[in-house]
Every structure is written in structure tokens, then in C-alpha cells.
């Protein structure tokens, strides 16, 4: 701290107001008259109350007394009025690093805490004070930087007390070695706000000494002095820092009393007593100081207050006293002292100056500025010994053109990384979105596949239960149906109970487990649904908010146009996508349909033997039939030949097809015909129902597998209705058609109108869809001759004459027509529909997904390829498919999948046997020999892994398929027909 100094200021005389209280109701009760008046704006008028008019001797002595004060106050002046003229000048010089002094003076109850503290609803001198401070402080607060504390104390019978610290005891006043008073110990407390200050001051308050007296109802006991120090510094950094402290003291002074006007006794009169002394030790201070001679002597040291406001009154500080009155006349003596001595003070001068400190700082901070100041003058000196000349200048003119084109090129290639960075962070977003739809798509069709599963396995179920019962309530007639159920269904639990011999039964038990496996599958499904769903919203999120900062990161429109379109290439592939999944949902439903049709048919085939029964039962007996009855079997006749035609018509428009998928029915109505087919078949019919068509076979492969089949149905009607003498039966009790077409009359049944009308359609939309087939028939046939002449003889389609077929050469060629062929390059046996004949080399090429889908045509299972060959070398490259029969390993993966596969060396002793002696390689790793059949669960993984093996991944359905032991098949045989795919038995 650098020592203080002086700046500025000079004498000044203590500024003196003076204020008249308003009479209060105890003197105007006590009929006391108004002595005390204010004459303008400084004078103010006492009058003696005691003065006799007719007092001759002093008739000529004036009866008023007049005194003349900077400002004078009487009970029409407003708090705000005092605080204006008497206070609010001293702000800015305390905020500037003066010292000020308010103090209020006057007689117990004139008026001097109203003056200073004043009331809750108009506050004093004190808290006005206060607040325009902060108010000045925070209007260049930009600028310089402030400190605030703040001090309150009392005098009370000459002791010092702290009131914002009570606790602290008693104080002792202390000088300073520049002579200096400060109170040692006492608290200085910041305060940041008037809010802050005026919590401050009430606290103080609450501290004060003050109890009534006979003059006072609130009469103040102590001297009350609160200290406000505003330390002002620049906010500027210097070499050396001004701090400018401003010190204000507002002090609120006990009033002198009278004893014998107050009437205290004990306590109160040591109170007064020792207040009176105070205030005589500050009117001899004021006499002393107020000596015209200039030779008196001014005791600050008679008290403690005198002490303590020794700066005030004859210092360094601008001071204001302001003297209190009472109007009434009974105080007339107190009131004439405090005017005479306030008359007095008003010729006291005080020396004002302002209190800076110089702050010098550290010396490493001083070291900064002066290297700072020396890089200055050496980069001036650069300049000065380098003038620019005109080669300088025009090189300098190039210097900046090269700057400013390479300040170009650093946005343009800042640009480039900003727009390569946005897209690569689109791409992989986008990536991610639609790798998590794939998944999602996925798992709903996973979920699908098994809702098919559940229900089919549930009417493999159903279905046994209720043949069972049925067939034990012939044994047991007088049980109820549904507790034989329930019977069968307890046995088929326990093992051994006669159940195992049941046909179907293990089946149904197959079933069973599969509806666990498929139930646990579900739930997996389900949880991993879910977990994606959330992933693909997060990453639908982050898309989003990618798409959005674009216009902020990118500056060229080009750019933004690239990134739009971006965008936009991405909108596209979710909406495939959502087509994708729709056409999947359809499939499903679809599926789910053919579930409902198959039971139909289940029901319809119960049906059929129903009647086929009745029918030999009339028949054996010679029973005789009432007319409505022969009516109604017609009726069913018609209904069967109509819905043939129905069938014809959509599987098939091939006019050579004339069966349909209805002939294993219809074939129950002739004896000759198989009477019933079996449960094994019934199941595989339902099984055949779904997994035909396994929703994951979507590739255009796929799809001409699928085709294929589709055609086959329609084939293998027509094998079926060639040798079954069902199409006898139906030509038999069919009427012939007549030259219109339309079929003669059955009868007077009134609904047979509707029938006839019904077959004309039929029959017309038929023979257009037969004279278009012709025509395409004859065109393929064309091609196919070409084609034939152009193979080798090895590659040729095969072909096997039906000796029973008396189709002509044309019709046959028809199954041999390019049309005929699919997407591998495979053609149809007519005979028999099912088989393919392979014309690729490589048996490879067809994929496990498409072997899959071609044993499941009849629910046939998983076949051993046998690479025997049969025939010729007209048959070299077709290859035959066995049953495995357990030649299926199991394996798990890493992340608990299980893979099954097909064994492939179980073909590897009889391709030793091959013509030509072609080998196959042997394989080291024992994995490799297995053609992977199913994988337990579309596996979830990103990356182009996840789609390259999508066509190999297997269902929840493979699992639970794979479960169940081959079936046998009737009439099966070893070197049948030689296929791609499987082989038939002949029928
Ligand atoms: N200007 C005024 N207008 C209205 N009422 C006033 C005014 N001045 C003082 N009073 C009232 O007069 C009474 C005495 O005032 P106050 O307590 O301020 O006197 P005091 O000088 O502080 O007395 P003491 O020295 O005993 O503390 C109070 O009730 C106060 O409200």
C-alpha cells in the first residue's frame, strides 16, 4: 500500500439543517402552543412562551428569536425532502473516496431516529442513503470496480457495542499511527446489494438499545453509527492501480434530557446521565472548534463519541448535521439549546480531500507489460527500416492475391472435408436405419412363419384327438366325446400306455415339441423385435438431426442439393422397403388363408367318406331313395364337377390340365379309389400348406421355384385324373354337353338354373383360355424343337412316355417348352410333376434354400444325394435324392445358434461308382462336408454378412422341422426316377 495522499478538496464549512417535528398528541393534549416556525427555506423563528407582553422593562427586547441554517424542515417536509437537500449530494463524493458524515442532533423525542431510521413504510436517511449508493455504483460498474463493507455500532453509557455482532462484547476505540480512531474488533461485513444492506441494518436494529421514558415511547438509549466503506478501484490494469476509499458515517444520536422533564429514575437516569455527558463533550468540541480566536483547544477525548467523530468535525470529511426540534412550547428550552449549539456548528470547517492508495503490482506481472510494450517498439522498428517502396508494394499487392486465393482454396477444400465428412455420416446412418428395417422385416416374418407353425401344429393335434376319440367311442359308445379327448391326450403324456402303437401318434408328440420350441422361439422373437425397433428409432433420430444441420454445415448449394438428394435416395429405399414388408404381410395372410382352406378340405374328405359310406350301404341293401335325396347327390355331383372347372380354370390355364387339387377328394366317392387318405399324407398336406411357401424365399430364384411348383400342382392333377377312374365316374353321372355347351337338363330342381347359367360362363371363359393356351403352346413348341436340335445329347431334356398318356406329341412337347423351364434351367416330367430333371452340370448351382423348398413340396424330408447313376449316359448329370434319416449334425454356433447340416460324404461310396469315373473332392474340415440345412434364427448382425447369407439362413420352422424323424413313403424306392431335387415312387 503506497502511502495515502490528497487530491483536490478543500475547507468547508459543516453544513446545519434543522428540523421541526410535527406536535405530537400528549402537547396538544398538554395545551402547549406552537414556538417554532419556519421562515423561507433557511430561517427559522423560536419564540419565548415565556415572554410577558406587558413586561415594560423588556417591551423593548424582541420577543422572537431568528436563526438562519443551510436548510430548514418543519412537519410539512417529507423524509424523501430531507434526504434530497440534507444527504443525497454526499454520495458521489463517498463513492469518489471522500469521507462524509450525516448525524442527526437534537432533544429526546425531536424527531432523530425518524430522521435516520424512519419507519418500515418511509424509511430513513439510512436506507435512502444506502440505496442511491449501490444505484451510483452500478452505473459505472463497467468501468471501475467496487468493495462495499459495512459497519454498525452503538455507544451505549460509554461502551462500545458491535451490532452486527453482538457476541463480540465490548470495543475499544484505537488510534492509528496517522492518528486515525478505529474501533478494534468491530465487523465489516460486504454487502453486495440494498437488499443485502437493508437485512443488514434491520439486523443491526433489533441490537439497538431503545426503551421509553416519559418524553420518548421509543426513545433511543445509545448513539447509533453505522460505517459504509466503498472501495473503488479501475477495472483497467496499470502499472500502478488508484484505490479511492470513501468512508460515510450515519449517525443517529441519543437525545439530551432533562431529568426533571423525564422523571427517570435509576437505570434511565445512568442512561441520560451518560448521554447528557457525551453530548456536552460534543457542544464543547463544537465551542472549541467554532472559537473565533482559533486558539482553542478541542478535546475529542471527553467520550467516546467526540472521539469517534473527531474526522467529522474537524477533519477530513464533509459533514452535515442536522439539528431536531420540537415545536411545542414546554420543550422551549431544549430547543433554544439545540439551536444555539447547531448555530455554532454551522461555523465549524473541515478539510476535505479525497483518500486514493496507490497499488503497485506484482513484478511479474510488471515484467509481462514491459515485454509486451518492447514487441511493440521492435515490430515498429521493423516497419520503420523496411519502407515500402513500389516493387515492395506491388509485391506486397501480390502477396495478398496469393493469400487471399489460397485463404480461398483452405474454405473450398474445408468445404470438401465438411461435405465428404456429412456424407459419409449419412451414409453410415442410413446404412444402419436400413440394415435395422431389414432386421426388423425379418423378425416380423419370423414371427409370422411361427404363428403359421403354432396353428398348424395345433390342428395336427386337434385333429388326432378327435379321430382318436372318435374311433374309441366305437369301443366305449356310452363315454362322452370330449372325455375320451381328454383320455388320449393324458396317455399320449406317459410313454408306454398303448399311445406309441396309435398311428400318428408320434406325430402328434412331434407336434407337441415343436409347439414348446416354437413358443420359446416366440418369446426370443419378440424380445429381439422389440430391442430393434428401439435401435431403428434411435437410428431414425440421428438421421433426423443429421438432415437438419445440413443447411448450416454446408455453404454451397451444389452441395446441399447433393446431400438433398442423398436424402432423398434414402426416402426411396424405406419406402421399398415398406412394400417389401407390406407384400410379406400379404403373404402371410395368404398363408394363413390356405391354413383355413386345408381344414376345409380335412372337413371335406369326412364328408366324402360319409357319404361314399351311405352310398355302399344303399347300394348293398337295394334301398330305396326318395326323389329329394337322388336330387341332392346330383346336386353334390354337379357342385364337385363345377368346382373342379372352377380350379382348372385358376391353377392352370394349360387345356391339357383337366384335373384339379380337388381329384383326391372327389376320387373318395368311387370304390375303386384309395378310400381314405392317411394321417401321415393329411399331415403332410398341412405341412406342405406352409412351408411351400417359406416367406424367406424371396429371390427371383426363389420365386421361379415357386412357379414351377405352382405349375406342377396343375400337373400332377392331370396324372391323377389319367389314372383315376374317378373322371370315369364323374363322365358317367355327368350329363353330355349339348352343341350350345351347355349341359342337358338334370331335373325340375329350381336351383339348377343357376347352375347352368353358372357352367356356360365357366365353359366359355374355358375354351378362350384353351384357344389362347393353343396358341402359346404351338410357339413354344417351335422353340423347344429348336432348342433340342441345338443341346447335346447329354444336356437334353428328359423325357419319359406315359404309355397311358394318349396325349398327342404336341401336348407333350408343352412340358418340355422353354416356357416350362426355370430360372436353373430344369424342365418337368409330365407323368410326374414332381420330378425335375436337371440340365445344369453342376449340381451346385441349385441352392439348399431351393432343395429345401423343392423336399417340402410333398413334406417329403431332407434327401441324401445318391450319385448313382441311372440309365445312360443320357442321365449322367441327374442325380437322385434319398432320405437322410438321421444323417443331419447339429451344431452350435458362438453366439448359440444352432446350424444344422447335411452329411454330404453319405454319397461318397456310391460316387466312386460314377460313370466316367468323376470323384469328388474330399474335404478336410468335417464342417465343409455338411450342406448347412437350417440355421436356428436369422441372426442379427450388420454388415454385408447378414445379407450375403440371408438366402441360407433358415426359419424357427427349420428348427422344429428338423426335429421330426423322416416319414416313411409308401411305395419308395431306391433308383426311381432320377431327379434333381428327390425322386418319386412311381404310382
Ligand atoms: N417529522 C416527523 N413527523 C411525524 N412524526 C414524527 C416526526 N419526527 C418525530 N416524530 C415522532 O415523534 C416521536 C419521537 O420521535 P423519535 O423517536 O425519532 O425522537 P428521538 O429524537 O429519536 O428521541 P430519542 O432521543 O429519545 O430517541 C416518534 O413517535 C416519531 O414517530
New binding site residues.
Given amino acids: 500500500m503506497a502511502e495515502t495522499k490528497s487530491k483536490g478538496g478543500g475547507e468547508q464549512n459543516l453544513m446545519v439543517c434543522t ?4 406536535m ?1 398528541e400528549d402537547e396538544i393534549l398538554f395545551g402547549a402552543t406552537c414556538i417554532a416556525h419556519k421562515v423561507e427555506d433557511r430561517m427559522l423563528v423560536l419564540m419565548d412562551p415565556m415572554e410577558d407582553p406587558e413586561d415594560i422593562l423588556r417591551a423593548n427586547r424582541t420577543r422572537e428569536k431568528q436563526f438562519v441554517f443551510d436548510t430548514c ?1 418543519d ?1 410539512s ?1 417529507t ?1 424523501e425532502d ?1 434526504y434530497k437537500s440534507s444527504t443525497k449530494f454526499l454520495i458521489d463524493n463517498v463513492v469518489t473516496g471522500y469521507n462524509a458524515t450525516v448525524f ?1 442532533y ?12 424512519g ?1 418500515d413504510d418511509d424509511p430513513g436517511i439510512m436506507a435512502r442513503t444506502l440505496n442511491d449508493l449501490f444505484i451510483s455504483m452500478e452505473k459505472t460498474r463497467e468501468d471501475m470496480k467496487y468493495k462495499v463493507t459495512l459497519s454498525y455500532l452503538e455507544i451505549y453509557n460509554e461502551m462500545i457495542r458491535d451490532l452486527l455482532s453482538p457476541s463480540s462484547g465490548i470495543l475499544d476505540l484505537r488510534e492509528d499511527a496517522k492518528g486515525g480512531i478505529q474501533v478494534a474488533g468491530l465487523s465489516e461485513v460486504k454487502a453486495r446489494s440494498t437488499d443485502e444492506v437493508m437485512r443488514l441494518l434491520l439486523q443491526g436494529n433489533t441490537q439497538r438499545t ?1 426503551e421509553p ?1 416519559a ?7 445509545s448513539h447509533a453509527v453505522l460505517q459504509v466503506i466503498v472501495r473503488q478501484q479501475n477495472r483497467v490494469k496499470n502499472t500502478m492501480q488508484e484505490v479511492r476509499t470513501g468512508k460515510l458515517f450515519l449517525i ?6 432533562r431529568a426533571a422533564n423525564t422523571h427517570n429514575r435509576g437505570k434511565r437516569m445512568v442512561e441520560g446521565a451518560h ?1 447528557n455527558r457525551s453530548l456536552l463533550a460534543l457542544g464543547n468540541c463544537i465551542n472549541a472548534l467554532t472559537d473565533k480566536n482559533g486558539k482553542g483547544y478541542v478535546n475529542y477525548r471527553d467520550s467516546k463519541l467526540t472521539r469517534l467523530l473527531k474526522d467529522a468535525l474537524g477533519g477530513n470529511c464533509k459533514t452535515v448535521m442536522i439539528a ?1 426540534i ?1 415545536p411545542a412550547s414546554i420543550h422551549f428550552e431544549e430547543s433554544r439549546n439545540t439551536l444555539v449549539y447547531a448555530d455554532r456548528a454551522k461555523h465549524i470547517k473541515t478539510k476535505v480531500r479525497r483518500n486514493v492508495t496507490d497499488v503497485a503490482y506484482h513484478i511479474a506481472q510488471y515484467t509481462n507489460i514491459i515485454q509486451e510494450l518492447r514487441d511493440e517498439i521492435n515490430r515498429l522498428r521493423h516497419r520503420l527500416n523496411n519502407p515500402s517502396t513500389s516493387a515492395g508494394r506491388k509485391s506486397h499487392i501480390a502477396d495478398i492475391q496469393s493469400v487471399q486465393s489460397e485463404v480461398l482454396e483452405a474454405k473450398r477444400s474445408a468445404d470438401r472435408e465438411e461435405l465428404n465428412k456429412i456424407k459419409e455420416q449419412l451414409l453410415i446412418s442410413f446404412k444402419d436405419q436400413m440394415e435395422l428395417r431389414k432386421s426388423l422385416m425379418e423378425l416380423n416374418n419370423a414371427t409370422m412363419e411361427i404363428s403359421l407353425e403354432t396353428n398348424r401344429n395345433q390342428m395336427i393335434i386337434s385333429e388326432w384327438e378327435v379321430e382318436l376319440a372318435r374311433q374309441s367311442k366305437a369301443r366305449n359308445p356310452d363315454r362322452p366325446l370330449h372325455e375320451l379327448i381328454e383320455d388320449h391326450k393324458k396317455a399320449l403324456d406317459v410313454s408306454g400306455t398303448g399311445t406309441d402303437e396309435i398311428e400318428g401318434a408320434e406325430d402328434v408328440r412331434t407336434a407337441r415339441e415343436e409347439l414348446k420350441v416354437l413358443h420359446e422361439e416366440k418369446r426370443k422373437t419378440e424380445k429381439l423385435r422389440i430391442t430393434v425397433k428401439k435401435e431403428l428409432e434411435a437410428a431414425r433420430m440421428k438421421t433426423r438431426k443429421l438432415e437438419e444441420t445440413i443447411p448450416q454445415r454446408v455453404n454451397s448449394e451444389d452441395q446441399k442439393d447433393v446431400l438433398r438428394l442423398l436424402c432423398k435416395v434414402h426416402a426411396l429405399e424405406i419406402q421399398n422397403t415398406e412394400v417389401q414388408s407390406s407384400c410379406l404381410l400379404k403373404d402371410y395372410q395368404i398363408k394363413k388363408k390356405d391354413m383355413v382352406i386345408a381344414r376345409f378340405r380335412q372337413h371335406k374328405r369326412l364328408c366324402d367318406q360319409i357319404i361314399r359310406k351311405q352310398k355302399n350301404l344303399i347300394e348293398e341293401n337295394n334301398l330305396v331313395i326318395s326323389r329329394e335325396l337322388e336330387e341332392l347327390i346330383e346336386m353334390y355331383r354337379l357342385e364337385n364337377t363345377l368346382q373342379r372347372e372352377d380350379s382348372d380354370l385358376s391353377v392352370s390355364s394349360d387345356p391339357t390340365a383337366k384335373g384339379n387339387i380337388y381329384d383326391d377328394q372327389l376320387s373318395t366317392l368311387t370304390e375303386e379309389s384309395e378310400p381314405t387318405l392317411s394321417r401321415r399324407q393329411r399331415n403332410a398336406d398341412l405341412r406342405r400348406t406352409n412351408s411351400d411357401e417359406r416367406l424367406f424365399s424371396q429371390t427371383p430364384m426363389a420365386r421361379g421355384i415357386e412357379n414351377a411348383k405352382f405349375d406342377n400342382r396343375a400337373n400332377l392333377s392331370a396324372a391323377w385324373r389319367n389314372n383315376s377312374s374317378l373322371s370315369q365316374e364323374i363322365d358317367r353321372v355327368t350329363p353330355p354337353v349339348d352343341a350350345s355347351g351347355d349341359r342337358t337338363s338334370l331335373g325340375q330342381n329350381p336351383s339348377r338354373n343357376s347352375f347352368n347359367d353358372r357352367h356356360t360362363i365357366l365353359s366359355n371363359t374355358r375354351n378362350i383360355a384353351a384357344l389362347a393356351a393353343k396358341k402359346r403352346n404351338k410357339a413354344q413348341t417351335n422353340l423347344t424343337n429348336i432348342e433340342k436340335r441345338d443341346l447335346p445329347e447329354q444336356q437334353r431334356p428328359l423325357y419319359r412316355p406315359n404309355n397311358n398318356d394318349n396325349s398327342k406329341s404336341s401336348e407333350r412337347e408343352t412340358y418340355l417348352s422353354p416356357s416350362r423351364l426355370d430360372t436353373h434351367n430344369r424342365t418337368f416330367i409330365p407323368e410326374h410333376p414332381f420330378v425335375l430333371v436337371n440340365k445344369v452340370p453342376s449340381e451346385d448351382s441349385l441352392s439348399l434354400t431351393e432343395k429345401q423348398t423343392l423336399v417340402s413340396e410333398r413334406s417329403l424330408p431332407p434327401l441324401r444325394r445318391v450319385a448313382e447313376a441311372n440309365g445312360g449316359d443320357r442321365n449322367r448329370n441327374v442325380r437322385q435324392w434319398v432320405p437322410v434319416d438321421g444323417n443331419i449334425k447339429k451344431k452350435k454356433d458362438k453366439a448359440g445358434y444352432t446350424h444344422q447340416f447335411l452329411k454330404k460324404n453319405h454319397g461318397r461310396q456310391a460316387s466312386k461308382n460314377r460313370p466316367n469315373g468323376e470323384k469328388k473332392t474330399s474335404r478336410t474340415d468335417p464342417d465343409k462336408d455338411f450342406d448347412s440345412l437350417s440355421v436356428g434364427r436369422r441372426r442379427i448382425q450388420k454388415g454385408p454378412q447378414s445379407q450375403s447369407d440371408s438366402s441360407s439362413l433358415g426359419t424357427p420352422m427349420n428348427i422344429a422341422k428338423s426335429k421330426r424323424p423322416p416319414p416313411t413313403i409308401p411305395g419308395y424306392k431306391k433308383g426311381d426316377i432320377t431327379i434333381t431335387g428327390f425322386s418319386l415312387p412311381r404310382y
Avoid at 428540523?19 to 410535527?22: A, C, D, K, N
Avoid at 437534537?106 to 431510521?117: D, I, P, R
Avoid at 418524553?215 to 438509549?221: E, I, L, V
Avoid at 443517529?252 to 434530557?257: F, N, P, R, T
Fill in positions: 428540523r421541526i417535528r410535527p405530537n424542515f412537519g417536509s423524509q430531507v442527526a437534537g432533544a429526546t423525542g425531536a424527531g432523530k431516529t425518524y430522521t435516520m431510521l419507519t431503545q421514558t418524553a420518548n415511547k421509543t426513545s433511543s438509549r443517529d444520536l441519543a437525545g439530551s434530557e448521554i431536531h420540537s
